[in-house]
């Protein structure tokens, strides 16, 4: 395991529907970030967190509503998606986003499914 | 605008050959690299990163990567391939800091088959 936790494991939801993706570090890192992952096309960025605070929104629908209570968790809110928001939706952490050639640590992901 | 660039997107490999997953970067300035693997239904896991010194990095499972500047170069290698290499393997680079947040840049990702 890579410290990275992410709930639930599975969604499914109508477009109607408002659920929430919880992740959590256990790392002591101070960034936190959320990425689209979909089937033939790179990892999408969606929103970067640093010291609870977001320094990335990378032109992401407003339908996604990100919250960073404190450095080890990370929300994303969800509501009125649609059918293409279906995806791998992935948490990652890293030290911080100063130190230069920082890795990033990646949790297991919320498979998300849009009816 | 920095990017990467997986030219294929499946590698066949025989179980006990070498294996070469290929990838090629475009960014200003010394870059940062990184290789990720994904295993099915889990998150991408980081394998091993070079930043300077020597081109040759060694990372996790006995891979292997090779920086070279001058064909903008970052393949990644592994002497003896073994089944429970088969995974998506994505290259990732990342442009020098200067202040701020930089993006780090995936490529889509290489699936390796090691055939038994």
């Known amino acids: 395991e890579t410290g990275v936790t992410q709930t639930p494991r599975h969604l499914v939801m109508g477009m109607t529907n408002k659920k929430s993706l919880k992740c959590e570090q256990h790392?002591?890192?101070?960034?936190m970030y959320w990425y689209k992952q979909s089937a033939k096309k790179p990892l999408e960025l969606m929103f970067v967190?640093?010291?609870?605070?977001?320094?990335e929104n990378n032109s992401v629908p407003s339908r996604f509503s990100p919250e960073c209570p404190n450095s080890s968790h990370l929300f994303l809110h969800l509501h009125t998606l649609q059918p293409e928001d279906s995806a791998l939706y992935l948490c990652?952490?890293?030290?911080?986003?100063?130190?230069?050639?920082?890795?990033?640590?990646f949790g297991p992901g919320t498979r998300l499914t849009v009816t | 605008a920095q990017s990467v660039a997986q030219p294929e997107d499946q590698v066949n490999v025989a179980e006990g050959n070498p294996l070469t997953v290929k990838c090629t970067y475009s960014?200003?300035?010394?870059?940062?690299l990184f290789w990720y693997v994904q295993y099915p239904n889990r998150g991408l896991q980081f394998l091993l990163k070079?930043?300077?010194?020597?081109?040759l990095v060694k990372g996790s499972y006995g891979f292997e990567a090779e920086f070279n500047k001058s064909q903008t170069s970052f393949h990644l290698k592994k002497p003896s391939a073994l089944v429970s290499d088969s995974a998506l393997y994505f290259c990732a680079v990342r442009g020098p800091y200067s202040g701020g947040y930089q993006k780090v840049t995936f490529g889509t990702g290489t699936k390796l088959q090691v055939i038994p």
């Open positions: 070079y930043i300077t010194g020597d081109n």
């Open positions: 990652a952490s890293s030290q911080d986003l100063d130190r230069a050639g920082y890795e990033q640590y």
């Open positions: 790392l002591g890192h101070n960034a």
């Open positions: 967190y640093n010291f609870k605070e977001q320094t």
């Open positions: 960014v200003s300035g010394n870059p940062y």
